[in-house]
């Protein structure tokens, strides 16, 4: 895919500790990853787009203000992520900031859950990552910057029907706070951004699921609200601005970082209620991909790889 560069339009204050640095967004075609690269780029940054969606990173591209790169990659190639880091030192500079953002869900019984799309989960959202920090480390290391992890509130409290997603994202913190000892001294930050319910097309058909409408349902108001991704957005440019350790979206939920221990049985004492009164069809429902931007790339990697046999 060739190199789109973005139209100026706006100039970002001129204090701005961003101005002029380059970030890296992985999932940037949509959701959270193309609200986080319009808000960094709305903070002076150059800002480079990856994703499995090439139309719509160069759409998103054009509508930015500041200079851009667009580079339609697999994050579970590792071979195409160095290319696409390559590509990014020549572009636009070294990375300063990389948000390993890509991430896919799917909901269903884990017992009728296609194995390999299953898999393909912990592959995007896990492993993804860690080759996305792997490719940009030696660019992160020369700039003394920073990588920031997107994680969930899945992690607090593994939800029935979402073992993949939920295990992914587990993972993924884990991973971020074992990077962040050992990137320390050589100045690289670690942040983790938690996040919670958050209007992007992921979300659109989750309150299908006979689980997780419970779960929402059982939660307090304020924890049922869905914010929207340029909301996220700025909560996770404020985050990035200051090299955050944590970050939280929305920021109230910090205080429920103390009472994790007690989210899992909480979240199986509903599931167990719920899951008792549905009928069985539901219990057992297929796994299914949510949203436009899993479908894309579980459907692109099914046509590419020889494994699923097509």
């Known amino acids: 895919m060739r190199d789109t560069p973005g139209r100026c339009r706006t100039l970002p204050a001129p204090g701005s500790p961003l101005r002029g640095r380059v970030a890296v967004v992985t999932g940037a075609a949509r959701g959270v990853g193309e609200a986080l690269a319009r808000s960094l780029s709305d903070a002076g940054m150059h800002v480079a787009l990856l994703g499995r969606e ?74 993804g990552s860690a080759n996305t920090a792997r490719a940009f480390l030696p660019q992160l290391t020369a700039t003394r910057g920073y990588f920031l992890q997107i994680a969930s509130t899945a992690a607090f409290g593994a939800a029935p029907m979402m073992s993949a997603y939920c295990a992914s994202k587990a993972g993924a913190e884990s991973f971020a706070l074992a990077l962040r000892g050992e990137l320390e001294p050589a100045g690289v930050q670690v942040g983790i951004a938690y996040l919670h319910w958050t209007g992007t097309d992921m979300l659109s058909g989750i309150d299908d699921d006979p689980v997780l409408e419970a779960l929402r349902r059982n939660q307090p108001g304020p924890a049922r609200r869905v914010h929207s991704p340029d ?13 955050a350790a944590h970050i939280y979206a929305p920021p109230w939920l910090r205080w429920c970082q103390p009472l994790r221990p007690l989210f899992p049985a909480l979240v199986a004492r509903t599931a167990r209620r719920e899951l008792r009164d549905r009928p069985s069809a539901e219990r057992s429902a297929p796994g299914k991909v949510l949203g436009a931007g899993g479908r894309a790339d579980w459907n692109s990697y099914r ?8």
């Open 54 to 127: 090439r139309e719509a990173l160069k759409m998103v591209a054009r509508s930015l203000p500041g200079r851009t790169l667009c580079i339609e990659a697999d994050i579970t190639d590792r071979t195409a992520l160095a290319d696409a880091a390559r590509r990014v030192e020549a572009g636009l500079g070294p990375a300063s900031v990389v948000v390993a953002n890509a991430g896919i869900a799917v909901s269903g019984s884990f017992e009728r859950t296609d194995a390999e799309l299953w898999q393909r989960v912990i592959n995007v959202n896990l492993i």
């Open 303 to 310: 046509t590419t790889s020889p494994e699923t046999g097509t």
């Open 231 to 243: 909301q996220v957005a700025r909560w996770l440019t404020q985050g990035v601005t200051h090299r």
